[in-house]
């Protein structure tokens, strides 16, 4: 018996890596021009030059006021509505709403001292270089809220837009684009 010894040379590994590579900068070039043309463009809206951006221009413990101060709404609302007044900012305080209640959060966030005007909130910073002072006018469902970052502030008397404006206060104001939230608009 003869053996016979038969040589298989393996088909060119270079010719299937070059396919692989191909279809790879196919597929890439595929994606990249579907992105490129169906993405969104992120606008960013100017807001005028009396507001803030309370996303982009308020700092941490600025940040931190402001959403309690949102959040606090409503159990604002309902103390009024049981007590036919607002709460006075002692009264949040002793139930322990933030930011009213004088705990190691509210020294951080620049130490306030919150006082009730009329159907308004302010509460003047005691650090104004961490946090300016703010104020929150009473007003439907939703807070105005206004920022000053004055050092020597005095408490506002006229709590009109105009007038709060020319006393150097700015209204916080929260803007939802593309870069919050992520809409699809079919």
């Keep these: ?51 803030l951006d309370a996303r982009r221009d308020l700092s941490a413990a600025e940040q931190g006021i402001y959403a309690d101060l949102r959040v606090t709404l409503d159990e604002i609302n309902l103390l009024q509505e049981e007590h036919s ?14 930011p009213f209640a004088q705990d190691a959060s509210s020294v ?42 004055s050092a020597h502030l005095a408490v506002p008397t006229d709590l009109t837009d105009q007038a709060l404006i020319n006393a150097g206060w700015q209204q916080v104001v929260a803007q939802f684009d593309a870069g919050v939230t992520r809409q699809h608009r079919h």
């Design 1 to 51: 018996m003869s053996r016979t010894t038969q040589v298989v040379r393996p088909a060119g590994a270079g010719h299937e890596t070059l396919y692989v590579l191909l279809l790879c900068l196919i597929i890439l070039a595929v994606a990249g021009t579907v992105v490129a043309l169906r993405g969104e463009r992120q606008e960013i809206a100017a807001v005028p030059s009396h507001q």
């Design 85 to 98: 007044a607002l709460p006075t900012p002692a009264q949040l305080a002793e139930e322990g709403f933030a």
């Design 108 to 149: 951080s966030r620049g130490d306030h001292r919150w006082q009730l005007l009329d159907a308004a909130y302010v509460g003047l910073s005691q650090t104004p270089d961490l946090s300016g002072s703010l104020l929150m006018r009473i007003s439907g469902a939703e807070p105005d809220i206004w920022l000053n970052r």
